[in-house]
């Protein structure tokens, strides 16, 4: 079946949620669209009404050019952009803190964690529980919340599954957290959404979110047939340029945090991680799972 590449582009992207963050994410553009078009469509039909009502052929329009003041017409004009402002300015302040990144999602069942660091140029995916990673492809059981733990090894980039929701930043020397889940079995792509060299048109990435026991399946897949992620592994994929998929078994301790310290230096003043540092910020209580 062929279908028309900007309707295949509309399906896979943010107006075709697969998860509660992004849904709600939808939510809030249709809603200030709605908002918006209140104003800007009886603006439009009223103009042209204007335009039409004292055309040069209308005899019956009168013009006053001595009228200057009206106060229930000031109080009409003024109180439409009011209350624009007050109902987007509610939705932005609702949605900012609802949809707060670190905000732990609802859910009976535990969250998974995956650290993920961002290189020149791939994105590396550790699963600190399991003892195995993955390059460009992450592996993730539907309905299941997920916390991700991130950070950059080089400049500042920009993390982002469209189907899921939140694009968040990642800085050397720091870490953000994001909270996502899968609503639904599928492959969703995810990108670099800000530029970081050469190959940042190539720094893709897919989510695979998959059954629990495919995912444990994968788990153990891994975990068996992964290359070593040694010190000389690690090497290679800092170094720029971009690869496909790769799998790994994690043979470094404390990975994440390790990476966080290193490129302590490279973070903006004031926001280095000291070597004494917490590896995941998100430790604390605010971050808490349910």
Known sequence: MTVVPSLAVLQSGVLDP??????SQRLILFNASVIMAAVIVPVIVLTLAVAWWFRAGNRRARRRPDWAYSGPLEVLVWSVPLLVILFLGGIA???????????????????????????????????????????N??????????RFHLTSTTVMNSFL????????????????????????AGVYPGLS?????????????????????????????????GRPL??????????????????????????FGSLVR???????????????APSH???SPHAASP
């Open 18 to 23: 697969q998860g509660p963050v992004a849904a």
């Open 93 to 135: 302040w609702i949605g900012s803190h609802e949809l707060d990144p670190r905000r732990p999602l609802a859910s009976e069942v535990a969250p998974l964690d995956i650290e993920v660091v961002s290189l020149d140029w791939k994105w590396l995916f550790i699963l600190p529980r399991a003892g195995v990673a993955s390059v």
């Open 137 to 146: 492809h992450l592996v993730v059981p539907v309905g299941r919340p997920l």
């Open 161 to 184: 599954v469209p189907q899921l929701g939140s694009q968040i930043y990642t800085m050397a020397g720091m870490t953000t957290e994001l909270n996502l889940r899968a609503d639904r």
């Open 193 to 225: 959404a800000q530029f970081s060299g050469d190959g940042f048109s190539d720094m893709r990435f897919e989510v695979e979110a998959v059954s629990e026991e495919a995912f444990a399946g994968w788990l153990a897949a891994t975990a068996a047939e």
């Open 230 to 255: 040694d010190a000389e592994a690690l090497r290679l994929l800092e170094r720029p340029g971009t690869t496909g998929r790769e799998r790994y078994r994690v043979a470094l301790p404390d990975l």
């Open 262 to 276: 290193r490129h302590g230096h490279g973070a903006m003043p004031g926001m280095a991680a000291s070597a004494s």
């Open 281 to 283: 910020p998100s430790h």
